[in-house]
């Protein structure tokens, strides 16, 4: 076996074994990682890097709109408009190759993605999820879940 075929089943096995709370995360990890990679070929001209970076980026926040639950709690319809904003800036800087754009997406990410960890972490530790700190109104959700399904 080769590493790669190693790394491959490793990070299947994850997946298939991941919570939906973990799996968030994770997409909102590499969201940001992706986000990173095309800002900076996109800052050194590399645009070939950066179109698959923000592609990816594109797919991944396509995967976050089609498993968002608008019924699962009262901030899933505003976080859906964020999504769907985000997606768009994600085309836009893709297609424009505006750096800036980028990275105003990946500031919109980052806080987003901070926040869906600590709701994690509070349902992984079985604490009721409430709005607090630099988690967003609206993260406190009902029926134990993070509105993913």
Known sequence: MTYASVRSRYLD???????????????????VL????????????????????????????????STLDVTAWDGARQLMSVYTFLLAELVQANISGDAERTAACRSLVE??????HQAADQLAAGATLEPAGSVPAGIGVARGELGVG
């Open 111 to 116: 806080p987003l993605g901070e926040a869906w």
């Open 34 to 65: 992706d986000l990173r990679r095309a800002e900076a070929a996109q800052r050194s001209g590399d645009r070939s890097a950066a179109n698959g970076q923000l592609t990816h980026a594109q797919a991944i926040v396509s995967e976050l709109i």
């Open 13 to 31: 096995d994850t997946v298939a074994t991941a919570s939906p709370a973990t799996l968030l995360t994770m997409l909102y990890d590499r969201l």
